[in-house]
């Protein structure tokens, strides 16, 4: 892992209905973030906010396509400006750190960061798989979408967008933390064969064995590891401020041996910290957790 964080604040909520959560990621920094990582030994800089270039309006935020998409354009202008953001950090040797903004955002830094590996792997830390398919969504929610258009399923411009082709194979994704998976997810990942665990499996197994069960899968088949942490897969008790809760989640002390054992491996080359909106939260509870996950994946240990 490099020592060099580059910040990026991916300022967005065109992937999903609700307000608030392009206000994340100062709500991360407002928790301390950088000097919490400047602490453990790394130079931090903070490139400040993509924004788009749309206003966000209450009245009309949520407007769908012809295509039943919504926010299609929004999502699309934003995703190729936060690739081309993502693209230059990696060229210039930093890690890219990645604020949410809803996860969405991922369609922009997985096509970025995309560029720079021959075989990406994904570690998909989540309630949901964001497994969508766009052209069969009922909700037309693009949030729930963006690992499936990483992986080529969908509309065409976006699976294609900033670089053409697929950014990551299916074989190359590991799923963690899954308690909210829509049918045509649960088909994908068995018709391609995505290692998966579910939150049963944690349980069973223990979130130690998982992360090394996921680390090793990965490893001889993949020259970089993305890291996609969305806070919901964290228990709402740990994490109430965030659009889409699930219960049965991840406690904050098991994510924090699991970014401790990714740290140890030395593999993860980029992360999304993603869904923190301070407009369901309380008193920025949800953003400090970030920040301890954060921490915890760049080196402090809990003992």
């Known amino acids: 892992m490099s020592q060099n964080i580059h910040i990026i ?12 959560v392009d206000l994340g990621p100062d709500a991360i920094r407002y928790a301390g973030l950088d000097k919490a990582l400047s ?25 769908k396509n012809e295509t039943n998409l919504l926010n299609y354009r929004e999502v699309m202008d934003f995703s190729l400006e936060l690739a081309a953001e993502v693209d230059n950090t990696v060229s210039s040797g930093q890690f890219p750190l990645i604020l949410g903004g809803d996860h969405s955002l991922s369609i922009g830094s997985l096509a970025g960061i995309s560029k720079h590996y021959e075989d990406l792997g994904v570690i998909w830390y989540d309630a949901h798989g964001d497994l969508n398919d766009s052209r069969t969504s009922p909700s037309g929610n693009i949030h729930g979408m963006p690992l499936g258009i990483s992986c080529g399923v969908g509309d065409e411009d976006l699976v294609n967008l900033y670089n053409p082709g697929i950014k990551v194979k299916p074989q190359n994704v590991v799923l963690i933390g899954m308690r909210d998976l829509d049918e045509g997810e649960k088909l994908y990942i068995k018709e391609n064969g995505i290692l998966t665990f579910t939150m049963g499996d944690i349980r069973t197994k223990g979130i130690e064995s998982v992360m090394k069960e996921a680390l090793t899968h990965l490893e001889g088949r993949t020259d970089g590891i993305h890291l996609s942490v969305d806070v919901d897969a964290l228990d709402p008790l740990e994490t109430p401020g965030t659009g889409t809760p699930v ?19 030395g593999r993860i080359t980029s992360m999304d910290l993603v869904e923190v909106n301070p ?5 920025n509870k949800t953003a400090e957790k970030a920040v301890k996950i954060a921490e915890s994946l760049f080196g402090k240990k809990q003992l």
Do not use: W
């Open 247 to 265: 219960d049965g989640g991840l406690s904050l002390s098991e994510s924090q041996l699991a970014m401790e054992i990714l740290n140890d491996s």
């Open 39 to 63: 602490s453990l030994g790394y130079t931090v800089t903070d490139a400040g906010d993509i924004r788009s270039k749309y206003r966000v309006n209450a009245s009309n935020h949520s407007i």
């Open 9 to 20: 604040g991916a300022a967005t909520t065109f992937g999903q209905p609700r307000l608030g």
């Open 279 to 283: 407009l369901l939260d309380e008193k």
